[in-house]
């Protein structure tokens, strides 16, 4: 095998994201469904269960989650690294990161379920590909029983939908100068929030309609990131990097605000709710965060989302992807920490560094595992 073996499927957010990622590098590979037999017979024994996207590489070795993925990529070296070379623009990289899996999947799940009915064809011959319609009718029903642990709830709905289009308002103001969002060039930021943004949201009637007509720019970055080139026509003799001297766009200012207003008190809440968890089960380090890799949470939490209260399931996922934000920040210099706070405390995200952490999450054998413990 001289290539890569894609397992996704078109309308699966996670393998949008990698796609494009693969895409954007010039990696040959071949997507391949669920369905075909080699999954179920080679990938699910490997992987521990039966989840989406993973790669196999040409020497056979398989790698799962995205942010594994394209960390593997990055490191063994690639055309247009997604790793900003600036210290604060990386930062804000691994933010958005950040924001797209605990909040825009939010977003993604409701506009595809809560408006099921309104685009039952279009969902139904997505899921049914490869599969066939019974099929399809288990996986929909089952994906929709998820809504209220990620907090889409009739009380929820309102604050979800305003939050869609100030957020489509605020990237709108961004891509009208900038194609990505520090410069000519994607970054991990791209590719995080392009998840959410394509397969569900940028692709799905329903939503799709909304960005198309409100956003146009947005929706044109969804196409530019799906594009194997930079694909910057609109923007003349733009340059295909990221700015120069880790500069940061004044655009990004109010997105990143918009950001802090969301992922607060939510992650606060959660990692309290870790604290006292790490407190009574006392975890041994390597071990996994769970008992059964298809299980992604460790309990429930009382939080907010824009003022609107709800209960959240807890995943030590979301505090790895948080992890990598303080990583990223402790890892600068004396002089770029300096900017890289002051950047933050400006934006309202400031918490993302100096909220105490009970304990590092790490990622080993395709599933989270506790890692040292923390003074925090």
């Not at 489509?168 to 930021?189: I, N, R, V």
């Not at 397969?199 to 409100?214: E, I, S």
């Not at 340059?239 to 918009?258: G, S």
């Not at 802090?260 to 407190?279: C, H, S, T, V, Y």
Request: aromatic residues 10%; proline residues 8%; charged residues 20%.
């Amino acid at each position: 095998m001289s290539h890569v073996i894609l397992y996704g499927a078109p309308h699966s957010l996670y393998t949008g994201k990698t796609r494009a990622y693969m895409r954007k590098q010039g990696i040959a590979y071949v997507e391949r469904a669920t369905s075909d037999p080699r999954f179920r017979r080679d990938v699910v024994p490997v992987i521990g269960r039966g989840i989406i996207p993973v790669v196999v590489l040409p020497d056979g070795t398989m790698v799962q989650d995205t942010v594994d993925i394209l960390d593997h990529f990055e490191q063994a070296g690639v055309p247009v690294s997604a790793v900003p070379p600036g210290a604060l623009q990386r930062v804000l990289a691994h933010v958005a990161e950040l924001y797209a899996a605990v909040v825009l999947t939010r977003h993604a799940m409701h506009y595809r379920w809560s408006y099921a009915a309104e685009q039952k064809r279009f969902l139904t011959d997505a899921f049914a590909g490869g599969s066939g319609a019974a099929s399809a009718d288990q996986v929909m029903a089952r994906m929709q029983s998820y809504l209220p642990m990620l907090g889409v709830t009739p009380a929820t709905i309102p604050a979800i939908e305003a939050s869609y289009a100030a957020l489509l308002d605020l990237l709108e103001a961004h891509f009208a100068d900038h194609p990505y969002l520090f410069g000519g060039q994607p970054s991990l930021g791209d590719y995080g929030l392009l998840g959410p943004l394509f397969a569900h949201l940028g692709r799905d009637p329903v939503p799709a309609d909304v960005m198309k007509r409100r956003a146009p720019k947005v929706f044109r970055w969804v196409e530019r990131m799906n594009a194997p080139d930079p694909d910057l026509p609109e923007y003349g003799a733009y340059e295909a990097a990221y700015l120069r001297a880790d500069a940061v766009p004044d655009t990004l200012l109010p997105l990143f605000r918009h950001m802090a207003q969301e992922l607060f008190p939510e992650l606060g809440d959660k990692m309290l709710m870790l604290r006292r968890f790490i407190d009574e089960v006392d975890p041994r380090t390597g071990a996994p965060v769970t008992d059964k890799p298809h299980q992604r949470m460790i309990g429930t939490v009382r939080t907010a989302f824009r003022g609107v209260a709800f209960d959240s399931g807890v995943q030590p996922y979301t505090l790895y992807l948080w992890q990598r934000v303080t990583d990223a920040a402790e890892a600068a210099t004396p002089a770029a920490r300096a900017r890289i706070d002051a950047w933050l405390r400006d934006a309202d995200l400031l918490d993302l560094l100096t909220t105490p952490r009970p304990i590092r999450v790490e990622r080993a054998r395709h599933i989270e595992v506790w890692g040292r413990r923390l003074n925090g």
